[in-house]
């Protein structure tokens, strides 16, 4: 039996996607606040893509929105180095200072942070993953 | 394979092995001679992170040391990341 033809895992991921999706975002979003940050919340938003490829059997996207994604991450994140470093002469400086009393935006380049790392860890969780499928397909196969 | 060639790579493999065993020799001896009689000092000007979290309005003391005063690791491990992805495909490209 394989993961696919299991009925359980489908309902249940079925049911339960747009709700650990949100959870993967709320991880990120609230970071600053509460327990979480971008790199957990990319872990599990990764992982949730992988295993409903898993058992559904089919891609939700394909390669090149993960890669946006990364890059969309990657940028930011070298952007916001150049930015502080331009602004204070110290590398990511000169943006915390952006406070709000909202505790989602409590401090805004913290929240921009978290998002860039959290959409450039679950891009790159799932293009390795994809990366390692697809490269055990390509081997021949010795019978 | 071209006798020549194996000639060749064995040669940078012995000078590879050479040198992996004369920096690793020089370590033990650094590491042994010199570094055990350093005392360990800790220096008295500890970051107030408090403070820091008041000043950047966070709650979460985790998060002010992980995106604060830490943040080139951070940005580090999301680079090795990064790498790694690059890595797969290249290794893919050439296998």
Known sequence: MQLRDSLILKNILGMGFPFIAMYGFYLTAYGANFPGGGFPAGVVFGTLVIVVEMVFGHRIFENSFYMKIEYAGFV?????????FFLTDFFFSGLYDVTTTSPMFSNVFYWLLNLAIYSEVSGSLILIYRSLIEWKDDEPHHE | ???????????????????????????????????????????????????????????????????GPRVFDTFLEVNVVVLTVFGMKYIRSTS
């Open chain 2, 1 to 67: 394979m071209n006798p020549i060639t194996n000639d060749r790579n064995n040669m940078r493999k012995f000078i590879f092995d050479a040198v992996a065993a004369v920096i690793l020799l020089g370590a033990l001896i650094y590491v042994t001679v010199y570094v055990r009689g350093l005392d360990l000092v800790f220096s008295d000007a500890v970051t107030d992170f408090r403070s820091l979290a008041e000043l950047m309005n966070i709650e979460n003391m985790v998060a002010v040391v992980y995106l």
């Open chain 1, 76 to 84: 930011f994140l070298y952007a916001a180095l150049m930015v502080g």
